[in-house]
């Protein structure tokens, strides 16, 4: 099945900087990558997602990149607020039921 | 967009007794649902597959006697963890897939406190 690697698992940067956070996945046959934030004690909710016929996308701050030959794309916030401070959780998947997670990271955007 | 709400958001239980989670859609069908569990600050980790009007499929490891899953309806799966023990506290979180979005909408969880 499915296994989705995630890193940094903790990351702390000034209020401004910009902030990158890198997945592989395994299987090829996945094509839809979706991240999601959680805040504490919250549910996840998706900011923004990729399919694998893209090979970027923007929405405002945030930006997904797909590189399908090496099986990894990533999540890249700019202008970092403190308001972004969270847990980020990659994903892929084929279909929402073989959906597998990344371990998630802790972003920490000090002021 | 679409909400998915859980209940009860909190519950406290002695060991040995049983618990029940539901899981709703609130503007929209879901013909199935999906039922996570996640350990303090880990992933996600799908526990099974809630199908309407069928049985659940469950994940490798994971006991179907144990966390009982029931689909009523096009609306509502909840989730039984029986005679529960303190190493089945966790918080516990559904998700439902948007009928036209293509998106995953989660509840707001269910944190388990087994005594």
């Known amino acids: 099945g499915e296994n989705v690697e995630q890193h940094p698992s903790t990351l702390s940067v000034q209020e401004g900087d910009s902030a990158v956070i890198k997945c592989t996945y395994s299987?090829?046959?996945?094509?839809?990558f979706p991240w999601y934030k959680q805040e504490l004690g919250k549910r996840p909710q998706l900011i923004i997602d990729i399919r694998s016929n893209v090979g970027e996308k923007k929405d405002q701050r945030i930006a997904v990149t797909l590189n399908k030959t090496a099986k990894h794309f990533s999540l890249h916030i700019t202008e970092t607020q403190p308001e972004d401070s969270a847990v980020y959780f990659c994903a892929a998947s084929i279909t929402f039921s073989d959906m597998r997670f990344g371990a998630g990271t802790r972003l920490t955007v000090k002021p | 967009g679409a909400v998915v709400s859980q209940h009860p958001s909190r519950v406290i239980c002695k060991s040995g007794t049983s618990v029940k989670i539901e899981c709703r859609s609130l503007d929209f069908q879901a013909t199935t649902m999906f039922w996570y569990r996640q350990f303090p600050k880990k992933s996600l980790m799908l526990m099974a597959t809630s199908n309407e009007g069928s049985k659940a499929t469950y994940e490798q490891g994971v006991e179907k006697d144990k966390f009982l899953i029931n689909h009523a309806s096009l609306t509502l799966s909840t989730l039984t963890v029986t005679s529960a023990h303190p190493e089945d506290s966790s918080f516990y979180i559904c998700?439902?897939?948007?009928?036209?979005?293509?998106?995953?909408?989660f509840g707001e969880g269910s944190r388990l406190t087994v005594l």
């Open positions: 998700s439902a897939p948007g009928t036209n979005t293509g998106e995953l909408f």
């Open positions: 299987d090829s046959a996945s094509n839809y």
